[in-house]
């Protein structure tokens, strides 16, 4: 077991700016106790309560460990951290932290205790009397996954193995206490419900059942299906019920069954259906309800709507809700359940750009790396080098990062991997230095790996839930805090790139399609649409730095 968890025992970014504002409050009351690791603020347990205003600011000591005493925090921190001890070498238990920030394992460092499981004799966090979170997280498993028999459902076996395995017994312990958890799985585990898509989908709360659905597709027990797609048949039906007006939700219903889930499925067909696309759909109906509410009020209907009906509602509305409704009664014509009106323009509103100034400064902050962890940062330059939108970014796998040091292996395509590249689209895209090493050092400390039960995961961006990669609007968010504008960068890469290589070239190489990028290259002014696709132009164009 060599997994070790960034930022482990308060040795991370975070836990250093923590501990600038708690020195300074530790440093108001002279004598105050903090936390040998993480330098939090601490007290001695008592039996008196915490003062509210003390509460949540000041932990409580859990152990007085030979360098001081030690937070909760820092304690179960110590009992997950496994790997190869700084000083003897063995695989195991790494509680200990020696003075220049070793990793030492109980023998080495001295003084801290036995972590041995007096039931199964492995080292780990001790979750009662004795007894490893692992064994605990065993037996409570057993009983939840049980079929009547006293032993867990066969067909569950695997979930069970999955869960069993995760890095932080912990988690899936108390993953078990949650209310819904329990009656979930035994229904489940009973037979009460079906081990299909379809029993799940029927399971409620709907949050813990997509866990449980994205544990059981990881375990090999059911067969993934589009995500996005489960999601989104699963809104549906509630969604429809609560459409007050029975003429309206006859046609929202068809309209949802014969439009909008008939192209999510064929597109699914072709790819994963990305989060946007499914958020896209919910905005269609919800717009086509709004719009059929909005006639009603004035008295109209699908089939008495006249010109200057739709024209005023059109003269209200925003560029994005005309372009969705516009997508209705486009369909609404075509089934002739409306007449043929003519509809309302859509104008995609053009993304302002940021300034070429901007992007290098941007990118140059990527590459220092200031206040950004590692994540952020490939994932800004994946932004700003190569225009990826983020749907695409989370879904890169470690197979798509082409490094020389395997290529050799490859063999077919050693002639022009020269240094990194990413396979975006084909070609690949080579990765300049210096950014290469920001990618390396990305790889070598991927996150979520432990804190999921995915510790095999093949995401380029491994997410908290099982098999699943980080959620784009989660990095979105992120980027925002940062600063990075994700759009108006992408754009301005994209613009960067057809200055150097004719549209066809870019497109391939980055992932676009061709007349995607040949648009945008027409939009900016670009010299390159008279150029036939590829003749003239050397694979290595897109290789540039700031
Ligand atoms: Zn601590
Ligand atoms: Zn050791
Ligand atoms: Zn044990």
Known sequence: MTRDQPGQAGIGPNAQDRRCVDVE??????????????????????????????RGRVLTAV???????????????????F??????????????????GQRWCTDCAGGIGDF?????????????????????????????????????????????????????????????????????????ATGLVPLTHEGLAALTPWRSAIYVRDLL??????????????????WLPPWLRQVQDEEHRKILTRYATWHVLRHLRQAADHGPIGHYRHQNARYQLRQAAAWLAHLGSAGATLDTCGQRDLDQWSAGANAHQRSAVRAFLTWAIRARIMARLQLPPTLAPAPSLISRQQRIQLIRRLHDGDGMDLTERVIGLL????????????????????????????????????????????PPAPVPAPFDQVIRDYLTARPNLTTATNPGSRWLFPGRRAGQPLHPTSIRLRLQRLGIPNLNSRSRA?????????????????????????????????????????????????????
Request: charged share 20%; proline share 9%; aromatic share 6%.
């Open 25 to 54: 409050s530790a440093a108001a009351s002279p004598g105050a106790l903090v936390c040998a690791r993480c330098r939090r603020p601490l007290r001695y347990p008592t039996r008196t309560p915490t003062p509210p205003h003390l």
């Open 63 to 81: 152990r007085s460990w030979p360098e001081g005493a030690i937070c909760s925090g820092c304690y179960a921190k110590a009992c997950e951290t």
């Open 83 to 100: 790997g190869a001890c700084d000083r003897c070498g063995v695989e195991r238990l790494l509680p200990g932290i020696g003075p220049g």
């Open 116 to 188: 041995t499981c007096t039931r199964c004799r492995q080292e780990g966090w001790n979750h009662y009397k004795g007894v490893c979170g692992r064994c605990v997280l065993r037996d409570r498993l057993t009983t939840a996954l049980d079929d009547g028999t006293g032993h867990v459902r066969p067909e569950l076996q695997p979930l069970f193995n999955l869960v069993v395995s995760m890095a932080r017994p912990r988690s899936g312990i108390l993953w078990l206490t949650k209310p819904h958890v329990r009656p979930l799985l035994h229904q489940l």
């Open 217 to 234: 597709v990881a375990a090999g027990t059911l067969p993934s299906v589009d995500r996005e797609l489960f999601l989104f048949e699963q």
């Open 383 to 426: 932004i700003l080098l190569y225009a990826q939108p983020l749907p695409r970014i989370v879904r890169l796998t470690l197979d798509d990062i082409i490094s020389p040091d395997d290529s050799n292996d490859a063999g077919d395509n050693s002639d022009h991997v020269a240094g990194m590249s990413i396979r975006l689209g084909n």
């Open 494 to 546: 994209l613009r960067e790139m057809l200055v150097q290589a004719p549209p066809s070239v870019v497109a391939a190489m980055i992932g676009y399609a061709p007349n995607r990028a040949e648009a945008i290259a027409a939009q900016a002014g670009g010299t390159w649409t008279h150029y036939a696709a590829g003749d003239h132009w050397p694979t290595h164009v897109a290789h540039r730095s700031s």
